[in-house]
């Protein structure tokens, strides 16, 4: 009987860490698009520090938001609801209605309930950041073919104030965390608008920078995948003017997201191979039948050599 009673105390306990987490978790999301903000924040990848500010509001028409590097080539993008702007110097060049850049900060999506079929989440006790008292929230995976997640949550705002991204073996790969954060302060119309203006720049601009749906006109197929992986999006993508479009498809357990690319290659011309990392995203080339195959994600290495190597032509 007591060993029953203490089984059962286990178990509701999980179940009540599991429920505190996912609150949390949504709240934190809310947060972010919500809450009016003007932060600094550092960004540790690659043994390399990077300083950012971000800048958000929520005005009647949508989100407005602001990046700048504080650091190393003076970098800007600019988001609203329609349109994304970012602007780079090095090769002074203005790109507008892009897809929206790859974001310092997670987007953990509401359905928590799926994702809880391929990650553990565990609310791991408060915690201090930046002098704030912090709620720390963990995502684990269940397999070794995707990452982990930790979160630092301030327990007023729901705001997150520091960010983990660790590998199979519990790790940070990237850390992102708050140096100075105003929450809920009146941002200034000045803190929205681009110190660069772009003059004497080359602009990029693309009409249709929404994605399109998935098809089922794909001729390529991915025999192997993370349970729970799903294809969220295929289109045609020319990578090269001089080039056939590539068939480029999008799968994603609703957490973690992979791309694969499958490109003809042009007569004479050799295939690249072979794995290459960039901090926490990897990617991994391959032949297959006289193509380019290319599986690229913020996953592990052993997840985008096995997806690529399972990429074949539908029978």
Known sequence: MRWLVVVLLTAAGQVFAQESARQWLDEMSSALETLDYDGTFVYL????????????????????????????????????????????????????????????????PRDLDTLSLYYDLEDAGEGRMTGHMTRIIKITSKDALRYGYRFWIDRDTRM?????????????????????????ERIPEAALKPSLSGDGYTWYRQENSKPKKTSGTAGWTVDRLPVGFRMINFQHKRMRQDSEPAEHMVFSDGLATVSVYVEKLAEGEAAVTGLSSMGAVNAYRAQVDGHQVTVIGEVPRDTVQMIARSVGRKS
């Open 45 to 108: 990848h690659d043994n390399k520090l990077e300083t950012m500010r971000i800048v958000h509001q929520l005005t009647e028409g949508g989100e407005k938001e602001r990046l700048v590097s504080l650091t190393g080539s003076p970098r800007e993008v600019l988001r609203d609801d329609r349109v994304v702007t970012c602007i780079m110097p090095d090769n002074k060049s203005v790109m507008v209605g892009m897809s929206r850049p790859r974001q310092p900060f997670p987007v953990v």
């Open 160 to 184: 997150l104030l520091k960010f983990d991204l660790t590998g199979v073996d519990g790790k940070a790969i990237e850390q992102v965390m708050f140096t100075s954060l105003g929450v809920g």
